[in-house]
């Protein structure tokens, strides 16, 4: 079955970076939509970053210009360069995956999770 690996969390203070990688098997991570969302406790979880088959990514306003989605697809690997980080930040991240076009930051529009990695930001 899709197996989703995140790995690349930590603890950061105010102003850090940190990048965050899913390692993918049984699945092609160019074929369909991937995504970045996060979880903070008693928080619904909230999308993040995804990326298209094409290429083409997209951001919400809260991580526009800090956060960057990029794959390399010989290491069927999805990244989350996270920069100028800031306490609101902290969450679990999870990557996900869809074999449908990218259509919204949606938690249920994905139906391959991986376990997740812990991000927190301290001011």
């Known amino acids: 079955q899709v197996q989703l690996v995140e790995s690349g969390g930590g603890s950061v203070q105010s102003g850090g970076s940190l990048r965050l990688s899913c390692a993918a098997s049984?699945?092609?991570?160019?074929?369909?939509?991937m995504a970045w969302f996060r979880q903070a406790p008693g928080k619904e979880r909230e999308g993040v970053a995804t990326m298209d088959r094409s290429g083409s990514t997209s951001y919400p306003n809260s991580v526009k210009g800090r956060f960057t989605i990029s794959q390399d697809n010989a290491k069927n690997t999805l990244y989350l360069q996270m920069n100028s980080l800031k306490p609101e930040d902290t969450a679990m991240y999870y990557c996900?995956?869809?074999?449908?076009?990218?259509?919204?930051?949606?938690?249920?529009?994905?139906?391959?999770w991986g376990q997740g990695t812990q991000v927190t930001v301290s001011s």
């Open positions: 996900a995956a869809t074999y449908a076009y990218c259509s919204g930051l949606l938690p249920h529009r994905f139906g391959y």
């Open positions: 049984r699945y092609t991570i160019n074929y369909g939509c």
